[in-house]
């Protein structure tokens, strides 16, 4: 009986997306790629200094330098797939953040990914954060449904959603990746 239970597939009853095709009912972030619904993780990313720049902040008189620092997700791919250029994505949550989500193209390194770079100093602005988020366009479908459509064809490659507070990202971000057929 607890085996069966186990293999269960959830139910799908929440917002009803296409005839037949629902939405968990649980909050969260989801990727639907034409034939299936597929739960977003959302993962930390850290701050990460860069150490050579911060030494030579130390010894040089004033802020001249602008500090720098990265924030990374741990891990070269995100464990999420998907193999449609144009997936669209459902927000699901009371606290309508998809108003401001972002999507960003992620850098990928050997051991991360990077999601931006922040600069503090003299000349950098308000925010000193610096990402290249696609443009999204945004459809309220329900008190608590967005859905989100990448406006051009994303390339393979690593993605995150973030959420935007007073201009700053909320360095948890759903990470995902684009896998195209026929591209490595």
Not at 90 to 102: K, L, T
């Amino acid at each position: 009986e607890l085996q069966n239970q186990m293999f269960e597939t959830p139910v799908y009853t929440g917002y009803q997306i296409k005839p037949g095709v629902h939405l968990p009912g649980a909050s969260g972030v989801y990727a639907y790629d034409g034939s299936r619904v597929i739960p977003l993780i959302q993962v930390p990313a850290k701050v990460v200094t860069d150490k050579k720049r911060m030494a030579l902040t130390m010894v040089m008189p004033g802020p001249l330098l602008k500090k720098q620092a990265l924030v990374v997700l741990p891990g070269p791919k995100a464990a999420i797939r998907i193999t449609v250029a144009q997936p669209t994505f459902y927000v699901q949550g009371s606290d309508n953040w998809a108003e401001q989500a972002q999507l960003l193209p992620l850098v990928q390194k050997k051991h991360e990914r990077i999601v931006e770079k922040i600069d503090s100093g003299i000349g950098v602005g308000k925010s000193g954060e610096l990402r290249k988020a696609l443009p999204l366009e945004r459809k309220r479908l329900a008190a608590s449904v967005y859905e989100l459509r990448p406006l051009q064809p994303l390339t393979s490659g690593e993605y995150a959603l973030g959420e935007l507070l007073n201009k700053k990202l909320n360095i948890d971000v759903w990470a995902f990746a684009i896998d195209l057929p026929g591209s490595n």
